[in-house]
C-alpha cells in the first residue's frame, strides 16, 4: 500500500520560514518524480516545486522561484520542501506527489497523493 504523509505544516509570520517533509512508503521512491502542489478553497490545484527521480533537475512555480526549495532523500524517501521569505498568499494546503512524466509540472502526470499539510503565513 503506498502511502504518503505530509507534515511539517503551521502558522508562520510574513517572510518567515517553514519546512515540509513528505514520508513516503510502498513505492519505489528512487523512480519517481515528486512534486509539490497547493490548492485554495474553491481553485484548481496548483503547481509549486518538482524534483526528478535522480535529482538532476527541480522546477518551480514563477510565485515560489527563489523563495523555496525542493529537495529529496531517496535514502529515507522522503521528500523536503522548503519556504523562506513566506507571504500572505502562501496560505493554503500543500500536497505532495509522485509520478512519472516529461514534465513533472501537471497534475496530471502524478499517480499518488497525500492528504495535505495547511500552511497559513499571518501578516
Known amino acids: 500500500q503506498v502511502q504518503l504523509v505530509e507534515s511539517g505544516g503551521g502558522l508562520v509570520q510574513v517572510g518567515g520560514s517553514l519546512r515540509l517533509s513528505c514520508a513516503t512508503s510502498?513505492?519505489?521512491?528512487?523512480?519517481?518524480?515528486m512534486g509539490w502542489f497547493r490548492q485554495a478553497p474553491g481553485k484548481e490545484r496548483e503547481f509549486v516545486a518538482a524534483?526528478?527521480?535522480?535529482?538532476?533537475?527541480?522546477y518551480y512555480s514563477a510565485s515560489v522561484k527563489g523563495r523555496f526549495t525542493i529537495s529529496r532523500d531517496n535514502a529515507k524517501s522522503t521528500l523536503y520542501l522548503q519556504m523562506n521569505s513566506m507571504k500572505p498568499e502562501d496560505t493554503t494546503v500543500y500536497y505532495c506527489?509522485?509520478?512519472?512524466?516529461?514534465?513533472?509540472?501537471?497534475?496530471?502526470?502524478?499517480?499518488?497523493w497525500g492528504q495535505g499539510t495547511q500552511v497559513t503565513v499571518s501578516s
Open positions: 510502498g513505492l519505489p521512491f528512487n523512480n519517481y518524480n
Open positions: 506527489a509522485a509520478g512519472r512524466g516529461p514534465s513533472s509540472t501537471r497534475v496530471s502526470e502524478y499517480i499518488y
Open positions: 524534483i526528478r527521480w535522480s535529482s538532476e533537475s527541480t
